[in-house]
């Protein structure tokens, strides 16, 4: 049912090329997640699915159906605003009704629709009141809800969580994803938090100026991040990458490891440094180490438990087996 | 360092500001106050403030002499008519601007504000004998599209400077949930722009209501307002000073009456977009 392919496309701002020419498919029923750093095109990518932007030149198929030159209404989606774009003159139930009542449905449908609709999203005690009176998470509550009540094909959300504070942003992170499994429609979804992407996504489009840099699962990404950049993007804290004679050494220009792949010692190991800045949050504690000869800082996951101070000597040993190599393309060497 | 609000620098303050308010009240007092003297004591020297004897005649003879209401009608028409009609016609005009500009879009509004800075004496020509062949001279319709037109880009320029306060992305929204072109004016930009649809109405309603070029210049008998009315109290017959307040007093009395009643919404209006 919500199958969504986009061939070629291309956008264009005058004569500002802000998307080359770019294929992808999301499957019908799938959760993909467009990540990437501010300025990278994900959501103008999404404003191109949605058709609040034109495509400069391509074709975008919704169910098969050629829908590039079909206005926005038309296209059976919905969509969810960072700035929720709630109508401020209505209340709740008329914000989520309006979207049934353009479609022209009656009275008694639109009813049973909105008390449903506010019923799975926890809104029936707010239905009258307006959008001013009601918190953030509740706002983006009901910006879902106007989304779910036309029972769309596909739903687009342009980084719905990024104006919550970091409480509620769990919190409406697992709603969406719940939502997403109980309703089981193709959800496309833009962030620049990685770690939204890969909790919620079973596919994540990694996006940079303009160009898929790789598509894959969210473990796919992490373990074979294809280039430096989604090595770099994918993965918190960052991989660490370090060229020189350590990456020569592996065959490699530039060499990779993750944080959580390095073990700490205060007496042995393969790699010697200086403990800069901890950083502990009672699970893990992460901590940033210098003078290695290896990179300018490298960072380095560690048990709760551990405790190293600032000025620290350490060692560090590197799992081999789960060290990441590029050549000077910056393209993964497999 | 924030400014210290002493008792005294209080009270500074708010004696200039009742100064000034004052004195550009005056000249309106004075019509006002004029207008219950006789004509002997209107032209008394030195001048009659507030201890004369208050009389009701002037009012008297100018309703005996003219007929206040039929003006009256014709300026409460000629003023409403220009001003609905204009904001039917700027309310999409400004839409396209404020959310769909182009590369022309500045150019546009800037073009039909300069249209303002023409003196108008400059196309009295031209539009009185067009309006003698169209057979609009001295009708209330030639005068509500005279003032409509006249009036039309202060009117798109305050409806653009609230509509550019409007989140887009609401917009967008109303389109993704099916709303079409009209419907997505009609019940999501216009009712979300309504106190400045508002005070643009009285603004404008306002000006069409004390514009004295045109409507003494189109008009003869039939669909003069009110400011043909006072007009015709200032000459022919020597200065006749309290009769002239009176008639005076008579044509503003009812936007003063609006104004005083609507002033928050005008305030507003007009320092909408001043400030974020």
Same mark, same amino acid.
């Given at each position: ?9 291309? %956008? ?10 770019? +294929? ?49 209404? %038309? ?39 909105? !008390?449903? *609709? ?24 009901? *910006? ?14 342009? $980084? ?14 697992? !709603?969406?994803?719940?939502?997403? %499994? ?5 959800? /496309? ?36 991040? %294809? ?17 020189? $004679? /350590?990456? !020569? ?20 190991? !393969? ?24 990179? $300018? ?14 000025? +620290? ?22 | 360092?924030?400014? =210290? ?8 303050? @708010? ?82 601007? =404020? ?5 022309? @879009? ?13 003196? #108008? ?71 979300? =722009? ?25 008009? #003869? ?24 307040? =009176? #008639? ?29």
């Amino acid at each position: 049912m919500g199958q969504i392919v986009l061939n070629k496309v291309q %956008k264009k701002f005058d004569d500002v090329e802000v998307i080359p020419p770019l +294929d992808l498919t999301i499957e019908d029923g799938e959760f993909a997640v467009f990540v990437g750093p501010s300025g990278c095109g994900k959501s103008t990518l999404l404003r191109l699915i949605a058709g609040l932007e034109d495509v400069t030149s391509g074709s975008i198929q919704i169910n098969g159906r050629e829908s590039s030159d079909i206005p926005p209404a %038309k296209r059976g989606l919905s969509m969810v605003f960072q700035s929720y774009a709630l109508y401020p003159h209505m209340s709740v139930r008329k914000n989520i009704a309006f979207p049934l009542r353009m479609a022209k449905l009656d009275k008694a449908e639109i009813k049973s629709r909105v !008390e449903n *609709a506010a019923a799975v999203l926890n809104l029936t005690d707010y239905l009258d009141r307006r959008p001013g009176q009601l918190s953030g998470g509740q706002r983006q509550r009901v *910006a879902i809800g106007r989304a779910i009540v036309r029972e769309p094909s596909a739903f687009l959300f342009d $980084e719905p969580l990024s104006n919550l504070d970091a409480a509620l942003r769990v919190g409406m992170r697992l !709603e969406i994803s719940e939502l997403h %499994k109980r309703l089981d429609t193709t959800m /496309v979804y833009v962030t620049h938090d990685q770690v939204e992407a890969m909790t919620m996504a079973d596919k994540i489009v990694v996006l940079n100026a303009g160009v898929i840099e790789q598509v894959g699962s969210p473990l796919d990404l992490y373990h074979n991040p %294809k280039n430096t950049f989604v090595a770099g993007f994918i993965g918190s804290p960052k991989m660490n990458l370090m060229t020189g $004679e /350590v990456a !020569e050494k592996a065959g490699a220009q530039t060499l990779g490891v993750r944080p959580e792949h390095i073990a700490v010692s205060d007496s042995a190991g !393969e790699w010697s440094g200086v403990v800069g800045v901890s950083e502990h949050l009672g699970s893990d504690s992460f901590f940033h180490i210098h003078e290695t000869g290896l990179a $300018e800082t490298i960072t380095v996951r560690a048990d709760g438990e551990v405790n190293f101070k600032h000025g +620290d000597q350490i060692f560090l040993t590197p799992r081999t087996d789960m060290m990441h190599k590029f050549d000077g393309g910056g393209n993964r060497i497999v | 360092m924030a400014r =210290a609000t002493t008792k005294t620098r209080k009270a500074v303050v @708010t004696i200039a500001a009742w100064m000034i308010g004052l004195t550009i009240f005056f000249p309106i007092l004075w019509t006002i106050l004029t207008s219950f003297k006789t004509e002997g004591q209107a032209i008394n020297d030195p001048p009659l403030f507030f201890f004369f004897d208050w009389t009701l005649e002037n009012y008297a003879i100018v309703q005996e002499r003219s007929n206040y209401m039929r003006f009256l009608w014709n300026s409460i028409i000629i003023a409403g008519g220009s001003t609905v009609l204009g904001i039917i016609i700027a309310v999409p005009a400004a839409w396209s601007m =404020a959310f769909v500009p182009s590369k022309r @879009t500045k150019d546009i509004l800037l073009w039909m504000l300069s249209t303002k800075m023409l003196p #108008a004496v400059g196309v009295l020509y031209p539009i009185y004998l067009m309006f003698i062949k169209l057979g609009l001279l001295d009708t209330r319709i030639g005068l509500v599209i005279v003032l409509m037109l006249i009036n039309m880009p202060i009117i798109v320029w305050m409806l653009y400077t609230y509509f550019r306060e409007i989140p887009a992305e609401i917009l967008e929204a109303a389109r993704m949930d099916g709303a079409s072109l009209r419907s997505e004016i009609l019940y999501v930009l216009t009712p979300m =722009a309504i106190p400045g649809i508002a005070s643009t109405l009285l603004l404008n309603f306002i000006l069409a209501w004390n514009e004295a070029f045109w409507t003494l210049n189109l008009t #003869a008998a039939k669909a003069a307002p009110l400011t043909a009315f006072i007009a015709s109290y200032s000459s022919p017959e020597g200065l006749f000073f309290a009769k002239l307040s =009176a #008639a005076s007093t008579m044509a503003i009395a009812p936007i003063l009456i609006l104004g005083w009643f609507s002033q928050k919404q005008l305030v507003r209006g007009l320092t909408f977009g001043a400030v974020k």
